[in-house]
């Protein structure tokens, strides 16, 4: 393997640079960039003679010492030494780079014929030669030279101080940064462009400028984004008290991107589907990824920019926190802050996403603490872990000290670190000294991997009116990877709540207290294992764990299916009330699931019909949280809990399952697909996205029906009337659904439709892509030849991202049963896909890698055909991302 990178070797850089000059003539094929830098020993270092610059795929031009050359300097592989550097020197070198020619969309390249650029996490090395690690912070002034019929528009970070015409038909413009920064900041944007503008006043009273520059043929789909820019601008001064540091902000959106955007300073790109929205173009989730996304990046302007990470192991330091950021915004703009229930609908999303992706992650060989230990390739490193776990991780310090501790802690921070690039430890000792607390044990959830387990006893004397919980703490069955960093218990929040026969919560008063206070407490739970005694308690209570999800645990205690049903019908915090009832449905799964694995016939008693009765008939319950409490969950996260992964047999759980919801709750899908049709304009408000939301699952559970007649009428209706692409996929899936178990052909003429009229809009041919490679599949139509076929269509291109993923990562990460295909066809595709994009982009092929890497959980056949499939790739494959992600899986 390449050689591994590792935290404990940290040393400060041996030179600082203070300013940086560049100069590009931009041409795709081959631009000039001239780099001019101020370069000084650093004080606190120990003492280097040489100075060591990082450089990748450029091309050497000439180099100065002071304006002149110098036979000290020496380009070479990987990079350009200044040998015996003197003190403090100024350093030009001019190099150049071919941006039409980078597939792999790092560093500087071309997509649909403008200049774009993506440094985080090395890719301005890939732009000219450089200290490229972000405890080195300078100031960046920034000439960009084009051609003005090609380029009419030229944009840096920062200001723009100065533009103008050059002989030939070229121009330039000038932009001066005010703020030191790591080179990951940097970024550039040039080409054909039109921006939405809006001016705001913050709260200082200043005026900025904001813009959100797109192709032109996409200016009309700029609104959401401008206003969730707006949104995230005043939340963050609210909340936080952060304020827009720069007279002008600047979004940028491309369609070749391999993430979703980046906060580069003053200037952030972002990939096109988190940024344009219409009703006709972009779903409710779409619209609400754009929101977060969008204000995720904003929040980066202080937490990662103002204050940096010393180094790429301190990677969650920024991520972590901006999730959590963006996270409690999003809340706050569902009415959250007032309204409980749409506040947990949020929650739940995250949470769902937090398990599906987090803990799968945290059980395989991928395993990695928040604050990683050590890496081969950096980029590997954006995961769930760092970005999901990461906030959580964070939100416990909220739960801990309530918000207004928390923004203590959150001052502090920026009073102490304001300009610098830090650890995660400074972050932690600023919550810690602004709350007065010692938060020394805390530190295990940045250095252990592996999802921790709390299993709950509890015991009522009813003589002493005592209740005693008993909570111990492990790691359960930790993948070896995770047990490696395990070192002793977590502080672990432990929120609860006691219900009562009557369904309401007891006052709580734990032994020791002078009286009751509250009705959910939040335990410290610091040891192994630790007894909480409730006294005062009337009765026998029903215990509600873990409220609110104030940790990232899996939780195990014994509940009934009553208990179950009882508290998704009565328990006054709204994430347990669903967590009751995927409780109860998980559990039905994996026992169908089991059945189906050992060939026996399914056996699945009413509790979870009578369950969903009562959901779906509550008129109580806001329309978004029936909604996800009326969904299963998903195959993926039900086959990684089998004691032995098994795709198909999970499939079959849960395609019975959800066949027997919709017989046995037919009138009530019908009578809920009325009640929640949404006719007239559209409205991109949360609760008319519940309505659609709740009428879409009622379409699909009619869709599953042997008798599909009821489902096929009103969805294509629904196609036919529909004002946007919420209910227009909506109606298409559940189209294809019922055709897929009928053998129908009635979902070929929407398709066909949905394909003519979006063919010029990438975004809703990508979902049209996606559609395909997630349907179910029909015995004498495998999806895998349906996939195959599409990598022919014109409209395929590996060398998109968002296609790539739309067409091969939807098929191999959710579409498992077909995808995990008994003959191997999929992992064949698989091999064969992961190869190509290698020879493009590493990046993105080292994503697709992944989608194999719990393959040692699955049945012996799987397995064996995974495991092979793995060492082809292993064999052949040439990028250090990639080689990263199968070795570790083969290891
Ligand atoms: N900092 C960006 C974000 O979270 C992600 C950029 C990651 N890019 C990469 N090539 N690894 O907003
Ligand atoms: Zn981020």
Not at 48 to 59: F, I, P, R
Not at 346 to 373: N, S, T, W, Y
Not at 740 to 764: C, I, M, S, T
């Amino acid at each position: 393997m390449p050689t591994t990178i590792l935290r404990a070797d940290y040393a400060a850089p041996a030179f600082l640079i203070d300013t940086v000059a560049l100069e590009f003539d931009l041409v795709p094929e081959r631009t000039v960039v001239r780099n001019t830098m101020r370069v000084r020993r650093n004080p606190a270092a120990g003492r280097a003679s040489n100075l060591e610059l990082v450089g990748e795929q450029l091309e050497f031009i000439s180099a100065a010492i002071d304006g002149h050359p110098s036979a000290a300097i020496r380009a070479h592989e990987g990079g350009l030494t200044v040998n015996d550097a003197p003190d403090a020197f100024e350093l030009t070198i001019t190099g150049a780079c071919s941006p039409a020619a980078n597939t792999t969309l790092m560093g500087l390249y071309v997509s649909g014929g403008n200049f774009c650029t993506q440094c985080e996490a090395q890719g301005f090395r890939r732009i000219t030669w450089f200290l490229d690690r972000p405890d080195v912070m300078a100031t960046f002034t920034v000439t960009l030279r084009a051609d003005k019929d090609a380029c009419p528009v030229l944009l840096s970070n920062g200001n723009l101080i100065e533009q103008g015409d050059l002989p030939d038909g070229r121009h330039y413009a000038k932009w001066e940064d005010p703020f030191k920064k790591p080179s990951y900041l940097f970024a550039l944007v040039a080409g054909k462009l039109v921006a939405l503008e809006e001016r705001i006043r913050t709260g200082s009273g200043k005026e900025k400028l904001l813009q959100v520059w797109v192709k032109p043929q996409d200016l009309d789909k700029t609104g959401h984004a401008m206003d969730s820019l707006v949104r995230s601008i005043h939340w963050d001064e609210e909340r936080f008290g952060l304020e827009l540091d720069l007279d002008r902000f600047m979004i940028v959106a491309v369609s070749d991107f391999n993430m979703g955007a980046m906060e580069n300073k003053g200037l952030n790109i972002f990939n096109t589907k988190c940024i344009l929205a219409n009703p006709e173009t972009a779903t409710d989730t779409d619209f609400a990824n754009i929101e977060s996304i969008v204000g995720h990046e904003y929040f980066h302007n202080w937490t990662g920019n103002r204050v940096t990470c010393r180094d790429w192991f301190q990677l969650s330091l920024k991520e972590g926190l901006t999730v959590f950021r963006d996270q409690e915004f999003s809340a706050a703009m569902s009415g959250g802050n007032e309204n409980e229930a749409a506040r947990a609908t949020k929650r739940i999303e995250d949470v769902c996403v937090l398990r599906q992706m987090q803990f799968g992650e945290d059980a395989g060989p991928m395993a990695h603490p928040v604050r990683p230990e050590s890496y081969v390739e950096i980029n590997n490193f954006y995961t769930a872990t760092v970005y999901r776990k990461g906030a959580e991780v964070v939100r416990m310090y909220q739960t801990l000290f309530g918000r207004e501790g928390f923004r203590k802690g959150m001052d502090l921070y920026f009073q102490r670190h304001d300009g610098q690039a830090v650890t995660c430890d400074d972050f932690r000792q600023a919550m810690a000294d602004a709350n007065g607390r010692d938060l020394s044990q805390f530190e295990r959830w940045y250095s252990q991997a592996g999802t921790p387990r709390v299993r709950v006893t509890t015991q009522y004397d009813e003589a002493g009116r005592r209740y005693r919980v008993t909570l111990a703490q492990d790691y359960g069955d930790a993948s070896p990877a995770a047990r490696a960093t395990q070192s002793g218990p977590l502080l672990i929040p432990f929120s609860i709540g006691l219900v009562g026969q009557d369904g309401a919560d007891m006052p709580l008063r734990l032994e020791g207290e002078r009286e009751a206070g509250g009705t959910t407490r939040v335990l410290e739970l610091t040891e192994a294992q630790q007894c909480f005694t409730f006294i005062d308690v009337p009765e026998k209570p029903l215990p509600s764990l873990l409220r609110d999800f104030s940790a990232p645990a899996i939780v195990e205690y014994d509940y009934g299916n009553d208990e179950l049903a009882f508290l998704l019908a009565h328990d006054s915090d709204p994430f347990n009330r669903w967590e009751a009832g995927q409780r109860l449905a998980t559990r039905e799964l994996l026992t169908l699931a089991e059945q189906a694995a050992d060939g026996r016939s399914f056996d699945m008693s009413d509790a979870l019909v009578e369950a969903f009765r009562s959901v779906l008939t509550d008129e109580s319950l806001s329309p978004s949280f029936r909604a996800l409490a009326l969904m299963l969950p998903t195959e993926t996260y039900l086959a990684e809990r089998m004691a032995v992964s098994d795709p198909a047999a999970a499939h079959a759980a849960r395609r019975f399952a959800r066949r027997r919801l919709s017989e046995a709750l037919r009138q009530e899908w019908l009578a809920a697909y009325e009640r929640h049709l949404t006719p007239g304009a559209y409205e991109a408000t949360p609760e008319a996205a519940g309505h659609r939301g709740l009428k879409g699952s009622a379409l699909m559970y009619l869709s599953e029906l042997d008798d599909p007649a009821d489902a096929v009428r009103l969805a294509t209706r629904q196609y036919d009337i529909a004002n946007n692409v919420t209910d227009r996929m909506g109606a298409l899936s559940a189209l294809m659904n019922a055709a897929a178990g009928k053998g129908g052909d009635f979902a070929k003429r929407p398709l066909d439709d949905f394909y003519a009229r979006f063919e010029h809009d990438p975004l809703v041919i990508d979902k049209w892509f996606a559609l395909q490679a997630t349907q179910r599949g029909r015995a004498e139509r495998p999806v895998i030849d349906v996939v195959r076929g599409l990598m022919q269509h014109p409209a395929f291109n590996l060398k998109n991202p968002n296609r790539a993923r739309a067409l091969i990562f939807s098929f191999c990460g959710a579409n498992p049963a077909q995808f995990h295909a008994a003959n191997g066809s999929g992992y064949a595709f698989w091999a064969e896909q992961v190869l190509a994009l290698d020879a493009i982009n590493p990046q993105v092929a080292a994503r697709l890698a992944r989608t194999l890497e719990l393959w040692r959980r699955f049945t012996p056949a799987l397995s064996a055909q995974m495991r092979a499939a793995l060492e082809q790739v292993n064999a052949d494959a040439k990028s250090r991302d990639v080689c990263e992600i199968v070795q570790k899986a083969l290891a």
